[in-house]
């Protein structure tokens, strides 16, 4: 452990990793300042969003859930890793039933990046709709990101016939300007008998 103490900035067992699963729609005092926290990293990661109908910025309606007159974001969760109770990652997660999930925001703040915190939060994220029987899970990717998502995460560029067949039946399905819509089987979970 001394080894390992010099070699960090602070000793591994200073270190409290927790994630959390928040609606914004019902965020309580506790909760509330996290949300906000995670507005604040995806400002800082991303440009506002704009709604062209209502040139509104999309992010804080995504986090709180808020329905504006073209988005309904109810069903939008916000998945945060915490590291010492601050906001290290965060994820937007909606969950469309049995078939498909979507991931259409994520960011580390720039302080986190390269320590492993997103990789940690995707595969909670990931067990979590493994549980709950999701089968596939999509997301935007910025064409500067797609291949990290590819190499590292295991996506795989979505065809156009697929593309059109999840916005079919999936309308409130994320896409932005200037990304590519990525898919990935979710992998099954493996429950383990805890019985003696």
């Given at each position: 452990m001394k080894k390992q103490e010099e070699r960090c900035l602070e000793p591994l067992r200073e270190i409290d990793v927790r994630w959390r699963l928040l609606n914004g729609r019902v965020a309580s005092p506790e909760t509330k300042p996290l949300l906000l926290e995670a507005v604040s990293m995806f400002h800082e990661c991303f440009d506002p969003i704009v709604d062209p109908a209502t040139g509104r910025d999309l992010i804080p309606a995504m986090?709180?859930?808020?329905?504006?007159?073209?988005?309904?974001?109810?069903?939008?969760?916000?998945?945060?890793?915490?590291?010492?109770?601050?906001?290290?990652?965060?994820?937007?997660?909606?969950?469309?039933?049995?078939?498909?999930?979507?991931?259409?925001?994520?960011?580390?703040?720039?302080?986190?990046?390269?320590?492993?915190?997103?990789?940690?939060?995707?595969?909670?994220?990931?067990?979590?709709?493994?549980?709950?029987?999701?089968?596939?899970?999509?997301?935007?990717?910025?064409?500067?990101?797609?291949?990290?998502?590819?190499?590292?995460?295991?996506?795989?560029?979505?065809?156009?016939?697929?593309l059109t067949n999840y916005r079919k039946n999936y309308c409130q399905m994320m896409a932005f300007k200037g990304t590519v819509m990525l898919h990935k089987t979710v992998p099954q979970c493996r429950v383990t008998n805890t019985q003696s």
């Amino acid at each position: 452990m001394k080894k390992q103490e010099e070699r960090c900035l602070e000793p591994l067992r200073e270190i409290d990793v927790r994630w959390r699963l928040l609606n914004g729609r019902v965020a309580s005092p506790e909760t509330k300042p996290l949300l906000l926290e995670a507005v604040s990293m995806f400002h800082e990661c991303f440009d506002p969003i704009v709604d062209p109908a209502t040139g509104r910025d999309l992010i804080p309606a995504m986090v709180n859930g808020r329905n504006l007159r073209t988005q309904d974001f109810g069903g939008m969760y916000c998945a945060l890793l915490m590291v010492n109770s601050s906001v290290a990652s965060a994820a937007m997660l909606r969950i469309f039933g049995g078939d498909i999930a979507e991931l259409p925001l994520i960011a580390t703040r720039n302080k986190n990046r390269g320590k492993g915190y997103f990789q940690t939060l995707f595969s909670c994220i990931e067990r979590l709709l493994s549980f709950l029987s999701v089968k596939n899970l999509v997301l935007p990717a910025a064409e500067e990101a797609e291949s990290i998502w590819i190499h590292k995460f295991g996506f795989s560029k979505m065809e156009p016939d697929q593309l059109t067949n999840y916005r079919k039946n999936y309308c409130q399905m994320m896409a932005f300007k200037g990304t590519v819509m990525l898919h990935k089987t979710v992998p099954q979970c493996r429950v383990t008998n805890t019985q003696s």
